[in-house]
């Protein structure tokens, strides 16, 4: 089950803003450890190398890798035209290109590092895209993933669910939780890179999020695609079944989201 319809994909990615909104989220109140650092650890990269980088967003990784200082070429790949307007604009040095995680323009093992962050929950064909990677991956090139674990944010989830009860239209925002846990997570990541690869390593990275009040609960919640299937009266009374539920839990020094990433790893051997 992959979490969202393509057409869906398409118009939550069509721009930025509803990413933005989840990026700033994580950037203000994440607590613990930093997913930039963790990922750099795993990649390890000498400055060298050619990566690609599929579902790329508004580019910001190897935007991040060319701004540090990063010699080798860097692709990023969004299915969004939007996206790849938008990074092409802000992230110099990088090439960007429209295609598809499981149609990449590319010949056989051009590039020395693959990366996948936070997409392949939206892919309707993991393991084709997964051979994809490996196919443009050189010998001994190195494929890296991150995805949310199945219990990622559970706290938030509880909330809604509960919310759902109040006012019953919000348990279409709740069943998103559902498509993104079973679409690509430590539940089957291990297996699909596995049977892509033949080999895989999987770590974890545990960090949360503290709210000091309900406004970016509510402003996260409003940027998923669910939640724009609901009219604006629906909207209105989630808006306040949320805020009930979470009144008694925003506790002096902020409410806590627990975030558990999960890291696949895997090499090209073949
Ligand atoms: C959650 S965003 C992650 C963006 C970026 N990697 C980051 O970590 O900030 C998911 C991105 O994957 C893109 N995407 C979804 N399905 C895709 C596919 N089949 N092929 C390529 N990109 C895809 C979306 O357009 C969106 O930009």
Redesign the pocket.
Same mark, same amino acid.
């Given at each position: 089950m992959t979490a969202s319809h #393509?057409a869906e &994909?398409?118009a939550?990615?069509a721009t930025?803003q509803h990413?933005r909104t $989840?990026?700033n989220t994580h950037l203000r109140y994440t607590v613990g450890p930093d997913l930039e650092a963790s990922f750099d650890g795993l990649l390890a990269l000498t400055g060298r190398e050619t990566v690609l980088?599929?579902?790329?967003? #508004?580019g910001?990784?190897p935007g991040r890798l060319r701004a540090q200082g990063h010699q080798g070429r860097l692709v990023g &790949?969004?299915?969004?035209a939007g996206?790849v307007e938008q990074a092409s604009a802000h992230q110099p040095g990088v090439e960007f290109v429209q *295609?598809? *995680?499981?149609a990449l323009p590319f010949a056989d093992a051009t590039f020395d590092v693959v990366t *996948? $962050? +936070?997409?392949l929950y +939206? %892919? #309707?064909d993991v393991s084709a *895209?997964l051979k994809e990677f490996r196919r443009v991956l050189k010998p001994g090139g190195q494929f890296l993933c %991150?995805t949310n674990a199945s219990t990622y944010m559970a706290e938030l989830w509880a909330v809604v669910a509960e919310a759902a009860l109040l006012e019953p239209s919000s348990e279409a925002v709740w069943a998103t939780r559902v498509g993104y846990a079973t679409a690509f997570s430590e539940l089957n990541g291990e297996a699909l890179v596995q049977a892509a690869f033949g080999n895989v390593s999987v770590s974890f990275l545990q960090s949360a999020l503290v709210f000091p009040d309900s406004q970016p609960v509510l402003t996260y919640l409003e940027s998923l695609p669910a939640w724009h299937h609901l009219s604006a009266p629906q909207q209105e009374r989630a808006r306040a079944a949320v805020g009930q539920v979470l009144e008694p839990l925003l506790q002096v020094g902020g409410w806590q989201v627990s975030k558990t990433l999960v890291f696949l790893a895997a090499k090209n051997n073949f």
């Open positions: #393509p &994909v398409a939550q990615y930025e990413l $989840r990026i980088d599929v579902g790329t967003g #508004p910001e990784f &790949v969004d299915l969004s996206m *295609a598809s *995680a499981d *996948a $962050r +936070h997409m +939206h %892919v #309707p *895209a %991150v």
